[in-house]
């Protein structure tokens, strides 16, 4: 089976603790063809779980391999909804792309965790796994993220037109394709989760759909000010970020507890926009577009503000130029999959920081 053309499925778990995303995606043409899409919501128990095991506590090791078994089942099961949306044989697919489910990220100490056991998806599959994209890069001197920037190149990159891909999951990390310059890309801080987090603790739902709780309140100065004092902010990229640097008890410990809830999630959605459109304009330039895709891109407070913000650059989804906003991670990773296979790079060393161009991965035989 020839790796450069064919069917891989991607694997995506992202640092928003919401679910597993799964694509099966035909590769030979440009852009890859889209078969089919799944999403698995996490039960909101495994996501407290999961939300537990980012710090030291009790059994951890232990927790954490049960765990991963338990996640690999929720990715058999997204392998398999794809297959069977979409008609496909499992010995027609090349390879899945698993990203696993980060719970750690600390490159400056030199390791990155995600669970997720591939050996055994590859068991229940039948089907070769390609998983642990991050280690390599980070054993280069990398930070191992964000690595969709490499994809982000592939697949929207157009020599005359200055675009700037920003995802935005949990963290939110930008693209930068500026036509004559080699591609660039970091971690700009968060994105949806501390959003999800302030509206889980205070109202139980998932999310803020479309940002109207945000919406309904009024920033706190004060406050977006202290939260837009974290170091992280005013590091050069390379550089990237996750719940070490921002969590819930972060927050809290800027909080007096006489804000109104709602003016909360409002100033946590413009620390989110107004750290974005910095980090854009001190390290990218003035883009021609503004290209959204992850959770966020659902967020219509967000895109608005962004639009605001950012007013010389064109502000649009990724569904416009042809994959769904949230698709295009787990495209990613089948891409990243396919690189691995075909003997190629899947880091991009300006936006890791690591030695050099790198191949990724550990390959797990189906």
């Not at 837009?228 to 390379?238: E, I, N, Q, V, Y």
């Not at 569904?319 to 769904?324: E, Q």
Request: hydrophobic letters at 40%.
């Amino acid at each position: 089976m020839d790796a450069a053309f064919g069917l891989y499925i991607g694997l995506m778990s992202g640092t928003s603790l919401d679910g597993v995303d799964a694509v099966l995606a035909e590769f030979g043409s440009s852009p890859p063809k889209l078969k089919a899409a799944y999403h698995i919501p996490y039960p909101r128990d495994l996501s407290q779980r999961l939300l537990s095991l980012q710090r030291t506590g009790f059994d951890e090791l232990h927790q954490s391999a049960l765990i991963s078994t338990e996640i690999t089942h929720l990715y058999h099961r997204a392998v398999e909804a794809v297959l069977d949306k979409s008609g496909v044989m499992a010995e027609s697919v090349i390879a899945v792309g698993c990203h696993g489910q980060t719970i750690r990220h600390n490159p400056h100490n030199g390791y990155t965790v995600q669970l997720g056991n591939p050996a055994l998806l590859a068991e229940l599959s039948n089907i070769r796994v390609v998983a642990d994209f991050r280690s390599r890069d980070v054993a280069a001197g990398g930070q191992g993220a964000p690595l969709v920037p490499a994809f982000h190149e592939a697949a929207f990159r157009l020599p005359e037109v200055h675009r700037i891909i920003l995802n935005v999951g949990g963290i939110a990390n930008v693209t930068n394709l500026k036509p004559g310059t080699l591609t660039e890309g970091f971690d700009t801080g968060p994105g949806n989760m501390l959003l999800d987090a302030w509206i889980q603790k205070q109202t139980g739902k998932a999310f803020d759909e479309g940002g109207n709780w945000a919406s309904s309140g009024n920033f706190i100065p004060d406050l977006l000010e202290a939260l837009s004092s974290h170091p992280f902010f005013s590091l050069m990229p390379p550089k990237s970020c996750g719940r070490e640097q921002f969590n819930i008890d972060w927050l809290e410990g800027y909080l007096l507890g006489s804000e109104l809830a709602q003016d909360i999630q409002a100033t946590l959605l413009e620390l989110s926009v107004r750290t974005i459109a910095s980090a854009i304009e001190s390290w990218c330039g003035n883009p021609d577009e503004l290209v959204i895709c992850g959770g966020g891109a659902h967020n219509t407070a967000l895109l608005k503000r962004l639009s605001a913000l950012l007013p010389q650059a064109r502000v649009t989804k990724s569904d416009a130029l042809g994959i769904r906003s949230d698709r295009v991670e787990a495209l990613a990773f089948a891409w990243l999959a396919r690189q691995t296979l075909l003997g190629l790079p899947g880091n991009v060393p300006r936006v890791t920081g690591a030695k050099g161009e790198r191949i990724l991965g550990a390959i797990y035989p189906g």
